[in-house]
């Protein structure tokens, strides 16, 4: 729930009297640029030091229980670890923000307040959480009419044959986390969860973290808006359709939204503020949360640099890892910094809880711009992106009811996305599983055609660096459902399913037995 209410730094901040009149060293680590700037308060993100371990978060329950469990979790001890701190500000009168999807805080921080924070023992880091300008990834764009078929990246990554079987993402929940949507373009309007036949309810279907400013949407956009475009385009692309124009990958899901970016610029505090709406969702005034309600996939086409003051890079890799542990999946594009080795350097792209998507071309080599690992810049060496899936040259919808062009891996996240609303209303036991998911996702690749070698991994060898496991493909994951419990390996809250399955509609499948499977803290 989102509590507003009144009342990995290099060095050490270590602070004479002499400096912004602050004194005595300071506990906290502390982002140097806030003691460079003025008197005047400064917004600020505070995380706790008592973060909460993975294997804490590692419950029996399956399903909508999962969430409700591992949320409630959450705010216990949330609320135990910042109660210190909210009576600080209770008591000064400062507003602020209270997470629980990463044990953190939001808040404007005078001089005085900010020494206060910096000697607590309980606080960790305190970062700078200022605006900065900063351009969405390339993108070309021209507006065309609603006068084709199937697009043909859909063709290409076999969601009709899924279709042709009755799963067309019936039953599952999309998220977007981006610039907005236009919530009620004929290709989107009757997907939207919280459109009902004759009118729309926004409530636990849309949230804006956009609090100043906010373009053409102004800010705290009580109905969906977009202040830009790129969301309505990854939305369309997720689940768009109108009469035979299909742009989406899932024409049946529903899909609902958070705005984390003024005009294609966020802020850590933004980007929490999102993700803890989509582990619980809110009414209009933000209360009353309800985990059930949390979608099932997220698309994130975004990028945290450090002009958005993402330094430490781990900034959000908490609220990531326990969104997964609640059971949703979080597919995020791997930026477009390419075509050189090493270039996924942004959050969230970086982290091994997010699902990293590259961009391929219609005919499955690599678009340029995508990003490529290993993932360098936090030390780890990882092997990012995941998978690839058409990112370039894609028709979708854009404000104002119609449809523009974009490339980048923006638009190749949300048919990852899709196909795994495909997958979850084949199987409905796939839902709050991100664990299976990503393993049916990452075998449901075709070959994509490279020669670069990034990582010291040959280009016919995959999984790597340049295009992760391969390119998506919607029919041969879907085929690989039946194999369940023959061949895969046991992780943490894997649904066991037995024998192999016959798939029927998700409207009418039984669930069977499940067993929750024990692993190791990866942390």
């Given at each position: 729930?989102?509590?507003?209410?009144?009342?990995?730094?290099?060095?050490?901040?270590?602070?004479?009297?002499?400096?912004?009149?602050?004194?005595?060293?300071?506990?906290?680590?502390?982002?140097?640029?806030?003691?460079?700037?003025?008197?005047?308060?400064?917004?600020?993100?505070?995380?706790?030091?008592?973060?909460?371990?993975?294997?804490?978060?590692?419950?029996?329950?399956?399903?909508?229980?999962?969430?409700?469990?591992?949320?409630?979790?959450?705010?216990?001890?949330?609320?135990?670890?910042?109660?210190?701190?909210?009576?600080?500000?209770?008591?000064?009168?400062?507003?602020?923000?209270?997470?629980?999807?990463?044990?953190?805080?939001?808040?404007?921080?005078?001089?005085?307040?900010?020494?206060?924070?910096?000697?607590?023992?309980?606080?960790?880091?305190?970062?700078?959480?200022?605006?900065?300008?900063?351009?969405?990834?390339?993108?070309?764009?021209?507006?065309?009419?609603?006068?084709?078929?199937?697009?043909?990246?859909?063709?290409?990554?076999?969601?009709?044959?899924?279709?042709?079987?009755?799963?067309?993402?019936?039953?599952?929940?999309?998220?977007?986390?981006?610039?907005?949507?236009?919530?009620?373009?004929?290709?989107?309007?009757?997907?939207?969860?919280?459109?009902?036949?004759?009118?729309?309810?926004?409530?636990?279907?849309?949230?804006?973290?956009?609090?100043?400013?906010?373009?053409?949407?102004?800010?705290?956009?009580?109905?969906?808006?977009?202040?830009?475009?790129?969301?309505?385009?990854?939305?369309?692309?997720?689940?768009?359709?109108?009469?035979?124009?299909?742009?989406?990958?899932?024409?049946?899901?529903?899909?609902?939204?958070?705005?984390?970016?003024?005009?294609?610029?966020?802020?850590?505090?933004?980007?929490?503020?999102c993700m803890q709406f989509f582990l619980a969702p809110t009414d209009a005034e933000g209360n009353n949360p309800r985990p059930e309600l949390a979608p099932h996939v997220i698309n994130n086409s975004w990028g945290c640099p450090p002009s958005e003051q993402c330094t430490p890079v781990n900034i959000l890799r908490d609220a990531i890892a326990n969104l997964r542990s609640a059971g949703v999946l979080f597919v995020a594009a791997a930026g477009n910094w390419g075509s050189a080795c090493g270039t996924v350097q942004d959050p969230p792209a970086i982290y091994d809880e997010s699902f990293v998507v590259g961009n391929t071309t219609l005919s499955d080599t690599m678009n340029g711009s995508s990003s490529r690992g290993p993932v360098t810049v936090d030390g780890s060496n990882r092997l990012k992106p995941d998978l690839s899936a058409p990112g370039t040259g894609i028709r979708s919808t854009i404000p104002g009811g119609g449809y523009g062009v974009k490339s980048g891996t923006s638009m190749a996240a949300p048919h990852v996305a899709g196909v795994a609303a495909l997958l979850m209303s084949a199987d409905p036991r796939l839902k709050r599983n991100p664990e299976r998911l990503e393993q049916l996702l990452k075998r449901g690749v075709r070959p994509v055609n490279l020669t670069q070698v990034c990582g010291g991994i040959p280009a016919n060898q995959f999984p790597n660096p340049v295009a992760g496991h391969g390119r998506i493909d919607a029919l041969k994951a879907l085929d690989l459902i039946s194999l369940f419990g023959d061949g895969f390996e046991a992780t943490t809250h894997l649904v066991t399913l037995g024998p192999a399955v016959t798939l029927v509609p998700a409207a009418t499948l039984v669930p069977r037995v499940i067993s929750i499977l024990p692993e190791k803290d990866s942390l």
């Open positions: 729930m989102l509590r507003r209410t009144l009342g990995g730094w290099p060095l050490r901040a270590l602070f004479s009297a002499g400096v912004c009149g602050l004194a005595t060293a300071q506990t906290a680590l502390v982002d140097p640029q806030l003691y460079r700037s003025s008197r005047a308060p400064q917004a600020i993100v505070v995380i706790m030091r008592d973060g909460l371990p993975r294997a804490a978060l590692l419950v029996p329950e399956a399903g909508d229980a999962r969430a409700q469990a591992v949320y409630t979790r959450l705010v216990t001890h949330a609320d135990a670890s910042q109660s210190g701190v909210r009576a600080l500000l209770r008591e000064r009168g400062t507003r602020f923000t209270a997470y629980s999807v990463v044990n953190a805080l939001s808040l404007q921080a005078d001089p005085q307040l900010l020494n206060q924070l910096a000697q607590r023992p309980d606080i960790k880091e305190i970062i700078a959480d200022r605006p900065y300008r900063m351009a969405l990834p390339a993108t070309q764009e021209s507006r065309e009419a609603a006068n084709r078929a199937v697009e043909p990246s859909i063709s290409l990554i076999n969601a009709p044959q899924v279709w042709a079987r009755g799963f067309r993402g019936q039953g599952v929940t999309v998220a977007s986390a981006d610039t907005g949507v236009q919530w009620n373009h004929p290709a989107l309007r009757d997907k939207y969860r919280g459109w009902h036949g004759s009118g729309a309810e926004h409530a636990y279907h849309w949230h804006d973290a956009i609090h100043a400013n906010g373009g053409v949407c102004g800010a705290n956009a009580v109905a969906p808006c977009d202040d830009n475009s790129h969301g309505t385009h990854t939305v369309g692309t997720m689940l768009g359709s109108l009469g035979a124009d299909q742009m989406g990958v899932a024409p049946e899901a529903k899909w609902i939204a958070c705005r984390n970016m003024d005009q294609g610029n966020g802020l850590p505090s933004t980007y929490i503020e």
